[in-house]
């Protein structure tokens, strides 16, 4: 229950939510059985672990609001690629093309802030903490400073989501094959986004309420292209895309190949994470195919509107899932390695 500590409510509410809680805890230990990572992992071979991530993160994020955006998605990209183990972040070579030159790479960012924390941490305890753990303390950082339960609506720098687990090391391969294979596309229909969840060992559950994600940052116009003007041979434009949204995404995209261009996930609010995606999705104003689909199965459309309606069971739930995708194929104990530099292998 330690994931709830920052988001207590009053006591007088605590019993009711325990009680709702409690299936959601038991799914977790029933469906996945332990894992081999552990909340605070570094407590004792580098007590400060955490909280300089932390720190290097808020000053990003003081200094950018968006750039909780791409912290949040790198993990994402990691773990559906061999695993959250750092492939994300490892430059090409001449032998090898890496994930990050991957076509579904196109405008994944913030590795600096990736590298200055590797940097730090390198400082305080060398060749102690992992990339995979970084992307994954990063990520949770990044949701928990642009989530308003969390912040109480202000600038703070402390207070989490949920707590995050950590013990992953770093793998040292990295393909763009296998990005271009593993990593979902925003074309997607439903059947083929739950099988590539399910490919990693992750549920119907975990895809409905991972999609919030979208609920922070942009997309940009080649993303968008296919759905605005050449969906199908039958369609020009996607049917499960509302109209008049359609009408103001082209005026904004007047070029294909327009890279600059920027869509809100969440028009007027995409650095704040909240339940408006999922309003978004029933009015048919999800940035992607792969949004609305969500619709198109029963479960997963009960979901969208279950987190429509409690914003709490959404935060709770997508805390659960985090863990759930955290865990995809992790290397623990003495396989891989703790990288030196998150952009090369040592
Ligand atoms: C369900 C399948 C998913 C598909 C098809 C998908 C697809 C996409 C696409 C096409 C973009 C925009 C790229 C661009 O044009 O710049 C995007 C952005 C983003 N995705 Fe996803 N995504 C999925 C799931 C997820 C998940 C599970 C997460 C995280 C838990 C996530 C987090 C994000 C974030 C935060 C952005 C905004 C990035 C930014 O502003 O820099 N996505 N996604
Ligand atoms: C934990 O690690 C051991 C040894 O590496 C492995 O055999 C086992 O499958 C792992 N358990 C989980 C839940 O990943
Ligand atoms: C490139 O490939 C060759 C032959 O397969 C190998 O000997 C060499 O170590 C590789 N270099 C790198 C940087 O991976
Ligand atoms: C993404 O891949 C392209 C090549 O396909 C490369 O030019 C670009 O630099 C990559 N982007 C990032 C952020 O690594
Ligand atoms: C529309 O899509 C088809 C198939 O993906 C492609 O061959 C065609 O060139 C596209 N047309 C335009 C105008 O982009
Ligand atoms: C964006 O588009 C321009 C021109 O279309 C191109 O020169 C540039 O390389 C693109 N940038 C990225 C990051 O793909
Ligand atoms: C990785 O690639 C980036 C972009 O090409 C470059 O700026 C950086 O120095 C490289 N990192 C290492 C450790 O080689």
Not at 21 to 40: E, F, K
Not at 314 to 341: A, H, K, Y
Request: charged letters at 25%.
């Amino acid at each position: 229950m330690a994931m709830w500590v920052s988001l207590l409510p009053p006591p007088r509410l605590l019993l009711p939510l325990l009680v709702l809680l409690l299936p959601v805890v038991a799914a977790v230990h029933g469906g996945y059985g332990h894992s081999n990572l552990t909340v605070g992992f570094y407590r004792h071979s580098c007590p400060d672990a955490e909280a300089i991530v932390r720190e290097v993160v808020a000053e990003a994020v003081e200094d950018d609001r968006t750039v909780t955006a791409p912290l949040l998605r790198l993990h994402f990209h990691d773990c559906f690629v061999r695993g959250c183990d750092a492939s994300v972040l490892l430059n090409s070579t001449k032998n090898n093309t890496a994930e990050k030159d991957a076509k579904p790479n196109h405008t994944l960012d913030a590795f600096d802030v990736i590298d200055t924390i590797k940097e730090k941490l390198e400082k305080k305890c060398p060749r102690t903490v992992s990339c995979a753990d970084i992307l994954a303390i990063a990520a949770r950082d990044a949701v928990s400073l642009a989530t308003k339960v969390v912040t109480k609506g202000e600038w703070r720098k402390d207070g989490n989501l949920y707590e995050v687990e950590t013990g992953r090391r770093d793998g040292r391969e990295s393909s763009a094959k296998e990005a271009a294979v593993h990593l979902p596309d925003s074309f997607d229909g439903i059947l083929k986004l739950i099988a590539r969840f399910k490919s990693k060992g992750l549920g119907l559950k975990d895809l409905a309420v991972l999609s919030g994600a979208h609920a922070l940052g942009n997309s940009h116009c080649p993303s968008m292209e296919k759905r605005l003007r050449n969906f199908t041979a039958q369609y020009d434009m996607d049917p499960t895309l509302d109209t008049a949204y359609a009408a103001t995404l082209k005026q904004q995209c007047t070029k294909p190949e327009d890279n600059e261009t920027e869509l809100a996930m969440v028009p007027g609010s995409s650095t704040t994470f909240d339940a408006t995606y999922y309003r978004l999705v029933t009015e048919k104003k999800g940035l992607f195919h792969s949004d609305e689909a969500l619709l198109s199965n029963g479960a997963t459309r009960m979901l969208v509107y279950s987190y429509m309606r409690s914003e709490r069971r959404f935060f709770s739930d997508f805390g659960v899932s985090m863990l759930n995708m955290g865990r995809v194929d992790v290397l623990t104990g003495r396989d891989g390695e703790i990288r030196r530099r998150c952009a090369v292998v040592n």
